[in-house]
């Protein structure tokens, strides 16, 4: 019964930055953790970054460490990633996923917004 939508990803150049933007909806719940996940072209889907609601621990994929940066505002139900030195491996369709306080796994996912990077 959980919403999640996300947005702002769009078309840059190699070296330029984006921020995405995921925004959560629906009955009354408790967040354990948001985390963004990336599908490449033929490439399979991704753990990115994810934060956990309560103290804001977060963690990233080797690949893009000191890159991107995720956030989060508890009291809009949103999350963030912040993307610097955006290069062509990082293209693909990125997704928010949710994962409720009384579960160990994500179980809600948004449908998805398309990075392009180009050369």
């Known amino acids: 019964q959980v919403q999640l939508e996300e947005s702002g990803g769009g078309l840059v150049q190699a070296g330029d930055s984006l921020r995405l933007s995921c925004t959560i909806s629906?009955?009354?719940?408790?967040?354990?953790?948001v985390a963004w996940f990336r599908q490449g072209p033929g490439k399979g889907r991704e753990a990115v970054a994810s934060i956990t609601w309560s103290d804001g621990e977060t963690l990233y994929a080797d690949s893009v460490k000191g890159r991107f940066t995720i956030s989060r505002d508890n009291a809009k139900n949103a999350a963030y990633l912040q993307m610097n030195s955006l290069n062509p491996e990082d293209t693909g369709v990125y997704l928010c996923?949710?994962?409720?306080?009384?579960?160990?796994?994500?179980?809600?996912w948004g449908p998805g917004t398309q990075v392009t990077v180009s050369s």
């Open positions: 996923g949710l994962r409720p306080a009384d579960l160990s796994r994500y179980n809600s």
């Open positions: 629906g009955r009354a719940f408790s967040i354990g953790s």
